[in-house]
């Protein structure tokens, strides 16, 4: 038995949950989310309760599956009414950040600066070093944090680079010197 996937799920007031055939449809008040359910995972929706249910829950795939539909179908719920927030900080002498439009203006170290394109349905806010990234989808919310971390990730000498405000980076101590020769 999947212990996230036999959860039930509250919609709340204000969400509208739509399933047509094999697409599932979240609308809230702040925006749409919508995602094909696996062939394997039948979605259930009574009295402003959606529950998750397979046809074997002791075969390994079905299981998995019960659970990972579960947890996204959480995720869209909360989404439309709550959204999502990560915040990046940008650490080294010289580096900056700023917004371009739209688009994330980032000087990092390199010859010139990299600007990056914002997916539509994300939104970005730069103070001082630090990047607000907000959206209702999960998914591309950690994929476009991931993707602007990975232009210029953190280093474990002096911690230069791009990192999530709760990430610790482990530091290394650097060469020293040694006294003369043996």
Do not use: C
């Not at 947890?71 to 940008?90: I, Q, W």
């Amino acid at each position: 038995m999947s212990r996230i996937g036999k959860q039930q799920i509250t919609i709340p007031q204000g969400v509208d949950v739509t399933l047509a055939g094999r697409t599932l449809t979240v609308k809230g008040p702040k925006g749409t989310l919508v995602r094909e359910i696996h062939p394997l995972v039948t979605v259930h929706t009574e009295n402003s309760v959606l529950s998750v249910s397979v046809a074997h829950p002791e075969e390994g795939l079905e299981r998995s599956m019960w659970g990972t539909t579960a947890a996204h179908l959480k995720n869209m719920v909360d989404g439309v009414t709550k959204g999502f927030e990560k915040k990046l900080e940008v650490n080294g002498v010289g580096y900056r950040v700023a917004m371009q439009g739209k688009d994330i203006k980032l000087e990092i170290g390199f010859s010139h600066p990299v600007v990056y394109a914002m997916p539509p349905e994300v939104t970005a806010v730069v103070e001082k070093n630090v990047i607000t990234l907000t959206s209702v989808d999960i998914e591309l919310l950690g994929k476009t944090a991931a993707e602007i971390r990975a232009l210029k990730k953190p280093e474990p000498y002096k911690g230069k680079g791009i990192k999530y405000m709760d990430e610790v980076i482990r530091r290394k101590a650097g060469k020293t010197a040694s006294g003369g020769k043996e």
